[in-house]
């Protein structure tokens, strides 16, 4: 089903310059047309669907998502004048894998997405090895199955032969962004944040890791070209045999989590954002300074400019939050719509005997347990269909508020405020929450399309409206909300938080 969302403002002026946003999500392709001051003047979307072949995997379906991204660009440009268009940009799932055939853009794979867990045995065979430190000292990441690498593995060794086709030449790895630049130019790229998440690239010396490659069995001649993350045409154009129907140059290419710090305009260090989806994921920026963890967050690249810096962030993955409402709508049916969780009493209280856990596909950082399972404590006779939603509301902060700790811990920083976006975010009730149970200031905007927006200013700049970061607009429209409760109940329930995590942890092993 295809929706699309049309602005006044874009009929208004038929002579503004427009800016388009491929975003290629979890569950969601969208195309967003911006104006250059980044107001949507048009948006289309269309879901794909999830495939669970076995227990705890997760793929998806590359031509469904090719004619997906065909679909909404179609819709997107219906009534508008192609010439219009200056620039393209394209932010994505990060980690989701797949090889299609070099010579006619055929996948041989289905996309293995990043929830999916089925190499954890693998992971768990290379840490026996001995091998962690050395991959996280070359890539900034652990060894966990939500990254690229041992997808890429899986694939190549379980797929009709693949692996004899590549070490032919014949195949291309990429993630989801560099495939939808195949389909758009033929030209084979990625950029430095994308590279960056796949435990293949080296972030000190900037380049794929012969190393790394070895112990993966990966041949070098599948890999994409690492470019910067924006720049005039760094891309290519598209093809008039694309759905555009003429050359529009790509000039931005940016992993979801880093365009969204992008497009929350956190361009100082320590600024920090976390974007609440499927997924929750948060990271700091720390400027030109990579910054090894030692509490268990992920050393990335931002971005790399035009101009060839680098910017770096930390960054802590969080596998389960809009999920989690998913899941009481959907799989339990607790709730029919979403926005009855904002019935839930203004006179809120905070329960420090019950908790829910939302560890459906293990627990990410900083416990990295791929075998932590969800589990909700402290149930009694009179516990009420409302305080189970409560406590899996409260639950996505408490899991903030782990990683807000580490990023501490980590960099130095203290941090009073955090920007948040992302569809949970549409919760009043979840902001409050979040804001009393970390402490911190929780700034939310009215805009929410920042993951996309982030593309934009960086297509922006790669066009010259901006020269640089620094030269981008401030936002608009910001509501702020403060903690109300004490930081001795704070830290009361935060430590019985702690008790239940720990009940959850390891538990496909027992």
């Not at 032969?161 to 993630?175: D, V």
């Not at 033929?186 to 293949?200: P, V, W």
């Not at 990410?364 to 932590?372: E, K, L, N, T």
């Amino acid at each position: 089903m295809e929706s699309v969302k049309k602005t006044k403002k874009m009929f208004k002026d038929r002579s503004v310059p427009l800016i388009g946003v491929i975003d290629i999500g979890t569950t969601t392709i969208k195309f967003i047309l911006f104006s250059i001051d980044g107001d949507v003047v048009q948006e289309s979307y269309k879901p794909i669907r999830q495939i669970y072949p076995n227990k705890g995997w997760v793929e998806e379906d590359p031509i469904e998502m090719w004619d997906a991204v065909n679909s909404v660009v179609k819709h997107g440009l219906d009534k508008v004048d192609i010439d219009r268009v200056k620039s393209l940009g394209i932010c994505n799932q990060r980690e989701s894998t797949l090889v299609w055939n070099k010579s006619n853009g055929k996948p041989l794979s289905n996309v293995v997405v990043w929830q999916d867990r089925r190499t954890s045995k693998r992971c768990n065979e290379l840490k026996n090895q001995g091998l962690e430190r050395l991959i996280k000292e070359k890539t900034g990441l652990i060894l966990d199955p939500y990254f690229s690498a041992t997808k890429l593995e899986w694939i190549l060794n379980n797929e009709n032969s693949l692996l004899r086709i590549a070490q032919q030449g014949k195949l291309c790895f990429g993630t989801v962004d560099s495939w939808i630049i195949f389909k758009l130019t033929g030209l084979h790229l990625t950029d430095f944040s994308n590279a960056s998440r796949t435990l293949l690239f080296n972030i000190n010396s900037l380049e794929w890791d012969q190393e790394l490659l070895k112990i993966f069995g990966i041949p070098s001649s599948i890999l994409p070209k690492v470019m910067p993350s924006f720049g005039y045409s760094v891309f290519g154009h598209t093809t008039n045999e694309s759905v555009f129907k003429k050359e529009i140059p790509i000039c931005s290419d940016l992993g979801d989590q880093q365009s969204a710090l992008f497009g929350q305009q956190c361009f100082s260090k320590g600024d920090i954002k976390s974007t609440f989806g499927t997924g929750s994921f948060m990271l700091v920026n720390t400027g030109n300074r990579i910054i090894k963890s030692n509490n268990n967050l992920l050393t990335t690249i931002f971005y790399g400019s035009s101009n060839k810096e680098i910017f770096y962030a930390l960054e802590a993955s969080i596998y389960n939050a809009g999920s989690v409402l998913q899941w009481l709508k959907e799989e339990i049916n607790l709730i029919n719509k979403y926005d009855e969780i904002e019935t839930i009493s203004p006179k809120y209280n905070y329960d420090d005997k019950l908790f829910f856990v939302p560890a459906f596909t293990g627990l990410g950082a900083p416990f990295w347990d791929p075998y932590a399972r969800g589990l909700i404590i402290g149930l009694t006779r009179s516990t009420s269909k409302q305080d189970i939603i409560k406590a899996a509301l409260e639950s996505l902060a408490y899991r903030t508020e782990d990683v807000l700790q580490a990023i501490e811990k980590d960099t130095g920083f203290k941090i009073s405020e955090i920007r948040i976006d992302g569809g949970v975010t549409k919760s009043k009730i979840f902001c409050k929450i979040l804001a009393d149970l970390t402490g911190v200031s929780v700034k939310v905007y009215k805009f929410k399309e920042f993951t996309a927006l982030g593309a934009m200013y960086a297509a922006a700049i790669g066009i010259g409206i901006w020269n640089n970061p620094g030269d981008i607009s401030g936002l608009k429209d910001i509501v702020i909300y403060e903690p109300k409760i004490s930081s001795k109940v704070r830290a009361n329930l935060y430590k019985n938080w702690s008790r239940a995590v720990a009940r959850a942890q390891k538990w496909e092993k027992i």
